[in-house]
Structure formats: structure tokens, C-alpha cells
């Protein structure tokens, strides 16, 4: 009884007379102050904006009342900072480790307060709890700051044999720390490179393969599982990069088997990210028909209120696009516009979805949820190549000459010819471009040959051929093919014929 009645000395004498934290239970009309009125409004209203917060709280706009809003929010700032304290982690849509590294944050916290508060009798029980949940987790560094924490207090005691034997285990871990943390150095650098210029990304192909021999080495000798995650991270990195979609479907499966034989920390392995990885592979593989078949199972492992969700989905889709599923690409697109998390999306990420959804409607109307009218104004307003050359670039410029070879409108096909011409020019130079550059000329062919679908086809047999036998190319240079350019090929010499018949 003595260790709690401690702990209630200290919880009451060393209490903080006003707790810094908010009533967010609280609801309407239940009398909260002005910091949860302002909490409410922030959680309740869209775009609340501080001239709105002072018209609803104070009644008026006034600079006296803006600048009680500016205070306001200081307040209710540091309050809610507070209350990072206090989330629940147990939630599945969280990666499973930070339950339990939550668990070992906060044991280590309250094994400090106690040490500041010359609590000793309930210490070394809380520090032998959180060293076990940090070993069991694989969470090094938690692992030698309550190591230093179990000295610091054998030291005070005098049990010498105890602070030996924990000096020795320190040392071990430290050891281990320092391998981590040299591995997650290497990992960071080679992300950095990888979200710069292409001519970085071309840099971190050279190197590597040396790291990863480094981290393979470091991995044997020490068994932790923060260099095997950045192992496994750097090991898929270079494979996407080399446009080896093969081997990436051959190590995610790899790391799922080892993970069903209880040879990865189920306390730290989470399968949604080699799902993604691998689902993502069979797309670029050209796996179709198995990666359709793994979808809908690995649709499930993710939450449909998180931003992987909506990436899973858009690999799905593409999946069914390559497939010439159409009716399926459009069941996932009503999916994502139904989600109710949709309005959470980013930008970009909406933007691919347009255009994702401008090729489901230019190949089968009837999917996409489009009137002719609001497609034509999507093909009009989509920006043009942005500077970074990568990406969806090429997407754009051929969705914009297949509308209007459909259409007929010549001059704008003039137009986008020369657009064609200078974007290959500038951008598509090197043999990671070859199958969008063989693409262009293809499309080229269909003015220079005045829209003649037999003599189209006859003089461009020889590129298609050439387009048929060229590899996707890797991640580092890739623009992504919505549907596979030997699809879109036939798809127009298809427009030319029908052009052709109508003309006739």
C-alpha cells in the first residue's frame, strides 16, 4: 500500500490548481467557456475563418474583438497540445507499432516523473515493465533510455551487481542504436533523392545497391527490425527504379510469408504497405489478372477514411482499365465518389482522378457519369505538362489529340501536333522515354498521313511493333500509361476508320 500511497501524495500535492485541458465532451448549452465554444465552432463549421470566430463569439468584428480571438486561440492552441496525451492509438487504421510505442512513451514518462519526485518504491516495478514492452517491440531507443533510467536508480542503491549487469545490456543496445540510426541516415538520404529531379533519382540508382549491401550486413549481425524496414523500404525503391516489378511481387511476398511464420515483430510489421507495394507491381508487371484478383481482398486491410485507401483504389482502377474492364473501372470510381472521406483528398490527387476519369469516359461514356459537354470543357481545362516532366504529362497531351481526332477538329490537331513534337523534344530524349516517344510518332502519323486509317496502320506497323516489345519503364523516369499505349494505338486506328466511314 505504501508505493500508492505515494503516488497519491504526489498526484495531490504537485497538482496543477487549473488542469490545462478542455471539456471537449461538453455539448450544446451545457455551459462551456469561450475556448470550447471555439472548439465547437472549429469541428462544426467549414472554412471558419477568425472574422467569422468574432462575429459568432463576441457579436462584432471590431479590432478589440479580433484581437480577443487572436488570444483566444493561443489558449485553445496550447490546451489541445495538451490533449496529444491523451489519443487512442488502438485504432486499426493506425500502424499496429504505435499502439505499443505509445505504451512505452508514456511508462517512460511517468518512470521520470517518479525519479524527479524521489519516488523509489514504485520505480522499479514501471522500469522493468517498460524495458519488457520496448524489447518486445523492438523499440531501441526506448529501450536504452529506460536502461539509463534502471542505472541512474542502482547507482542510488548501491547494487552494484545490478548496475553492472545493466551496463553491460546498455552497452549491447547502444550498439544497436548506433546501426539504427547509420540506417535510417542512409534511408532518409535516398528518400530525399528519390522526391528531387530525375537527375537525382539517376544518382541514387548508382548508390544503392552499396547501401543495401550495408544494411543486409548490419541486419544479420543485429536482427533489428528498424534496419530490416529500411532494408526492406531501400530493397523495393531500387527494384521500382530499375522497373523490376517482378522482383518488387517476389520480396512483399517474401516479407508476408515470413510475417504469417512469426519471423516478423507482429508489433511493428504492418502487411498494408507490401500489399500496396505488391498490388502496385502486378499493375506495372502487367500481372493483370492476378493483381484483379488480390484487390478487393487487399481493398479490405485499409480503412476507407485514410489517403491509402484512395492510393489503393487508384491501382485497382488502373488494374481494371489495363484489363479492359471498364464496367469494373467504373464500379471503383462510383466506390471513390461515394466515399464520404472523398472531400479529403489533396489537389494532385484529385486531379488524377479527373483525368482517370476522362480516359474511363473517352473509352466507354456510359461508366464514367460524364455528358459530352462537361467532357470536352475537362479535356479544355486540364493544365498542361508541368514542369517536373514526370507523372501524368504524357497522359494529358494524348488524351487531348485523341479528343479532338474523335472530334475532327483539324486545326486544334495542328496545334497539338506541334505540342507533341516539342514535348518529345525536350522531354522524351532517353531510352526510359521510348515507349511515350514511340507513342508520339504513332500519333503523328495520323496528319502526316491526312488521316488515312490503312495508310496509318501500314506505315506505323513497324513503330507498333517496336511499342509492343519495349518494357514499362522504372518509377525514376516513368509516365504513368492509364491504359497501355498499344490499347490506345488500336483505339486510333479505330477513330480513323470511323472517321473514314463518316466522311464517306
Not at 545490478?162 to 550498439?175: D, F, I, M, W
Not at 461508366?367 to 467532357?375: D, H, I, K, V, W
Amino acid at each position: 500500500m505504501i508505493e500508492l500511497t505515494n503516488l497519491a501524495k504526489i498526484v495531490t500535492n504537485r497538482r496543477l490548481a487549473n488542469l490545462p485541458l478542455l471539456g471537449v465532451a461538453k455539448g450544446k448549452g451545457k455551459g462551456r467557456n469561450r475556448e470550447e465554444e471555439l472548439l465547437h465552432l472549429l469541428t462544426t463549421e467549414t472554412n471558419l475563418t477568425s472574422l467569422q470566430a468574432a462575429k459568432m463569439l463576441y457579436g462584432s468584428t471590431s479590432a478589440q474583438s479580433r484581437a480577443a480571438v487572436r488570444k483566444l486561440k493561443q489558449r485553445l492552441q496550447e490546451k489541445l497540445l495538451n490533449h496529444l496525451y491523451f489519443l487512442d492509438y488502438s485504432d486499426p487504421r493506425h500502424p499496429v507499432f504505435r499502439r505499443y510505442e505509445q505504451q512505452c512513451l508514456d511508462l517512460l514518462q511517468q518512470a521520470r516523473v517518479l525519479w524527479w519526485e524521489s519516488e523509489r518504491s514504485l520505480l522499479p516495478q514501471l522500469l522493468r515493465k517498460t524495458l519488457r514492452l520496448a524489447q518486445d517491440g523492438d523499440f531501441t531507443q526506448h529501450v536504452v533510455s529506460t536502461l539509463d533510467l534502471m542505472r541512474n536508480l542502482y547507482v542510488e542503491s548501491n547494487d552494484f551487481a545490478k548496475y553492472r549487469a545493466t551496463v553491460r545490456l546498455s552497452e549491447r543496445y547502444q550498439e544497436v542504436l548506433e546501426k539504427e540510426r547509420e540506417a535510417l541516415h542512409l534511408f532518409w538520404g535516398a528518400k530525399m533523392d528519390l522526391m528531387r529531379s530525375v537527375q537525382a533519382r539517376r544518382r541514387l540508382l548508382q548508390y544503392l545497391p552499396e547501401v543495401i549491401g550495408k544494411l543486409e550486413e548490419s541486419s544479420r549481425a543485429t536482427r533489428s527490425y528498424v534496419i530490416y524496414d529500411a532494408l526492406l523500404k531501400l530493397q523495393l525503391m531500387h527494384q521500382e527504379l530499375l522497373g523490376n516489378f517482378e522482383e518488387i511481387i517476389t520480396i512483399t511476398a517474401e516479407a508476408e510469408d515470413l510475417y504469417a511464420k512469426g519471423k516478423l515483430n507482429r508489433k511493428r510489421f504492418d502487411s498494408r504497405f507490401t500489399k500496396f507495394y505488391s498490388l502496385y507491381a502486378h499493375l506495372r508487371a502487367r500481372r493483370l489478372d492476378e493483381g484483379l484478383a488480390l484487390g478487393e481482398n487487399y481493398m479490405k486491410a485499409f480503412s476507407r477514411s485514410t489517403g491509402n485507401w484512395f492510393s489503393m483504389l487508384e491501382n485497382y482502377f488502373l488494374l481494371a482499365m489495363h484489363s479492359g474492364e471498364y464496367v469494373k473501372a467504373g464500379e471503383l470510381l462510383k466506390r471513390m465518389q461515394q466515399n464520404p472521406f472523398v472531400t479529403r483528398l489533396t489537389r494532385p490527387a484529385v486531379q488524377r482522378w479527373e483525368l482517370m476519369r476522362a480516359y474511363l469516359y473517352f473509352v466507354r461514356p456510359e461508366e464514367a457519369g460524364r455528358r459530352t459537354l462537361q467532357f470536352a470543357q475537362l479535356v479544355q481545362s486540364i493544365p498542361d505538362h508541368s514542369r517536373d516532366k514526370r507523372g501524368y504529362n504524357v497522359a494529358i497531351l494524348i488524351l487531348q489529340f485523341l479528343h479532338y481526332l474523335r472530334q475532327g477538329h483539324d486545326e486544334a490537331l495542328l496545334a497539338r501536333l506541334e505540342g507533341l513534337r516539342k514535348y518529345e523534344t525536350a522531354y522524351l530524349r532517353d531510352a526510359s522515354t521510348l515507349r511515350s516517344r514511340l507513342l508520339f510518332r504513332l500519333l503523328q502519323l495520323t496528319v502526316k498521313q491526312n488521316f488515312d486509317p490503312v495508310a496509318v496502320e501500314e506505315k506505323g506497323q513497324a513503330l507498333f511493333e517496336r511499342l509492343r516489345d519495349a518494357p514499362p519503364p522504372g518509377e525514376a523516369y516513368s509516365e504513368i500509361e492509364i491504359i497501355p499505349y498499344e490499347n490506345l494505338w488500336r483505339l486510333t486506328l479505330g477513330i480513323l476508320r470511323q472517321r473514314k466511314a463518316e466522311a464517306r
